[in-house]
Nanobody, 115 residues
Framework: QVQLVESGGGLVQAGGSLRLSCAAS????????MGWYRQAPGKQRELVATITPDRRTNYEDSVKGRFSISLDNAKNMLYLQMNSLKPEDTGVYYC?????????WGRGTQVTVSS
């Protein structure tokens, strides 16, 4: 069982920045991939970005060029640097880890972008 704890959400004005963090309970190299997902009110959870232990990344089109996902293997931490935030980025952001076909989720952190 992989435990994930997010932090770093908050309220920010449009154009601002936030950095989300996710602490994993296990060595990142034991995982197949990690990622960030978000869920806006009334909408389904959607992919934001993913990263593998060897640093291969994938981004949802609307965040390319604005968000950056990264890992700190020594600390078992996952990060999401979010710049040029827009009101449509508002939602609960969830940390995800995948291992051998299993998905693990954190409880989420709220990001609110005001216009």
């Amino acid at each position: 069982q992989v435990q994930l704890v997010e932090s770093g959400g908050g309220l920010v004005q449009a154009g601002g920045s936030l950095r989300l963090s996710c602490a994993a309970s296990e060595n990142i190299f034991s995982l197949n991939a990690m990622g960030w997902y978000r869920q806006a009110p009334g909408k389904q959870r959607e992919l934001v970005a993913t990263i593998t232990p060897d640093r291969r990344t994938n981004y949802e089109d609307s965040v390319k060029g604005r968000f950056s996902i990264s890992l700190d293997n020594a600390k078992n931490m996952l990060y999401l640097q979010m710049n040029s935030l827009k009101p449509e980025d508002t939602g609960v952001y969830y940390c995800n880890a995948q291992r051998v076909g299993m998905d693990y989720w954190g409880r989420g952190t709220q990001v609110t972008v005001s216009s």
